[in-house]
């Protein structure tokens, strides 16, 4: 039995910042806009007063857009280099094309994602909660950029 794929991405930004500000912007975007599948309960509680924008995901240009199943940080091995504990898994160690996402969660299920009660030390616990999309392009949230929207969720 197959999860249901959502069918919007939703970014999270820090209350009073518009949204899509990134430190490793550079012309063309060389780093990505990063938004999670769905929704995360998890994501929105690191910060008090949480904002999101929600996307339609068949806003984003498949040939612009990749996913990493769960986090890019936990996908590409890099929590092991800040000491947190980890276990590879099959899906980890690659980007994948939007166009691979139906295949992908068909074969790994949709991560859990729960909001926890302590947030404290959650960077030194392994965690998978939720897939993680990549924009490189500012296109399809060009509007957003220049009128700083707020919360849409």
């Known amino acids: ?3 249901e794929i959502p069918d919007f991405v939703t970014h ?3 209350p009073g910042t518009p949204p899509f500000l990134s430190l490793s912007t550079r012309p063309q975007r060389s780093a990505p806009h990063y938004f999670v599948l769905g929704e995360s309960p998890w994501y929105r509680g690191l910060a008090a ?8 995901l068949g ?3 498949f040939e ?9 940080f936990t996908a590409m091995a890099t ?4 000491g947190v504990t980890y276990e590879p898994r099959p899906y980890h160690g690659r980007v994948y094309r939007l166009d691979e996402l139906a295949d992908v969660v068909d074969r790994y299920g949709l991560p859990v994602d729960t909001t926890p009660t302590v947030y404290k030390a959650y960077e030194t616990r392994p ?5 993680e999309v990549q924009l490189w392009s500012d296109d399809p949230v060009a509007g957003l950029l220049s009128a700083g929207i707020a919360d849409r969720v």
């Open 12 to 14: 999270y930004h820090l």
């Open 59 to 61: 806003d984003l240009p």
């Open 64 to 72: 612009m857009t990749s996913f990493t199943y769960p986090d890019s």
């Open 127 to 131: 965690f998978e909660k939720y897939i």
């Open 1 to 3: 039995m197959s999860a």
């Open 49 to 56: 007063g949480m904002q999101a924008v929600t996307m339609a």
């Open 79 to 82: 929590l092991a280099e800040f």
